[in-house]
T-cell receptor
Framework: QQQVKQSPQSLIVQKGGISIINCAYENTAFDYFPWYQQFPGKGPALLIA?????SEKKEGRFTISFNKSAKQFSLHIMDSQPGDSATYFCAARVGNFNKFYFGSGTKLNVKP | NAGVTQTPKFQVLKTGQSMTLQCAQDMNHNSMYWYRQDPGMGLRLIYY???????DKGEVPNGYNVSRLNKREFSLRLESAAPSQTSVYFCASRSQSSNQPQHFGDGTRLSIL
């Protein structure tokens, strides 16, 4: 049973559009929610992260929205560019145990 | 800056063979992790080591063993490889300071025939 559920599995967006990826969880012990970006042949790299006491965090074109009551969080990529084409993973950490659980990934294709 | 280095990058094994995947980090991180990545399943935690001298099971530990050799190195061993262990394996490390991210290596692509 997957601890973090991610959707959609794949996403096609036109250049300049908004890409939205959603994640949901049940475990209220999660205390840190990072998003990772992965290019083919490479390991995941941290993109942006949020704590549950914050409802939104923005870094450049990337924004995390967090809804603690609904146990959902999402990644928004504004003005999507072809260079953003990659696989994106959401994750959640169980703080006391230093363990991370990952979503199943979303493959984003931004068309020129 | 090497970060997290994994060796080998590619390997093909026959069923029943054994193999050790190596991982080393140069960031003085306390915590290290082994994940496997399979299509449509994201990254699943095999084992992790919160600090030197400790190891704990993750979500999918069966068929694997680990050794935290020292603070820098964390190895993953397949004693008797099975086709179901065909996957891409990632090692990661992390500082134990609050809200620090994991840093990943570029993976080992392992095929078991």
């Amino acid at each position: 049973q997957q601890q973090v559920k991610q959707s959609p599995q794949s996403l096609i967006v036109q250049k300049g559009g908004i890409s939205i990826i959603n994640c949901a969880y049940e475990n209220t012990a999660f205390d840190y929610f990072p998003w990772y970006q992965q290019f083919p042949g490479k390991g995941p790299a941290l993109l942006i992260a949020i704590r549950p006491d914050v409802s939104e965090k923005k870094e450049g074109r990337f924004t995390i929205s967090f809804n603690k009551s609904a146990k959902q969080f999402s990644l928004h990529i504004m003005d999507s560019q072809p260079g953003d084409s990659a696989t994106y993973f959401c994750a959640a950490r169980v703080g006391n145990f230093n363990k991370f659980y990952f979503g199943s990934g979303t493959k984003l294709n931004v068309k020129p | 800056n090497a970060g997290v280095t994994q060796t080998p990058k590619f390997q093909v094994l026959k069923t029943g063979q054994s193999m050790t995947l190596q991982c080393a980090q140069d960031m003085n991180h306390n915590s290290m992790y082994w994940y496997r990545q399979d299509p449509g399943m994201g990254l699943r935690l095999i084992y992790y080591s919160a600090s030197e001298g400790t190891t704990d099971k993750g979500e999918v530990p069966n068929g694997y063993n680990v050794s935290r050799l020292n603070k820098r190195e964390f190895s993953l061993r397949l004693e008797s490889a099975a086709p179901s262990q065909t996957s891409v394996y990632f090692c990661a490390s992390r500082s134990q300071s609050s809200n620090q991210p994991q840093h990943f290596g570029d993976g080992t692509r392992l095929s078991i025939l």
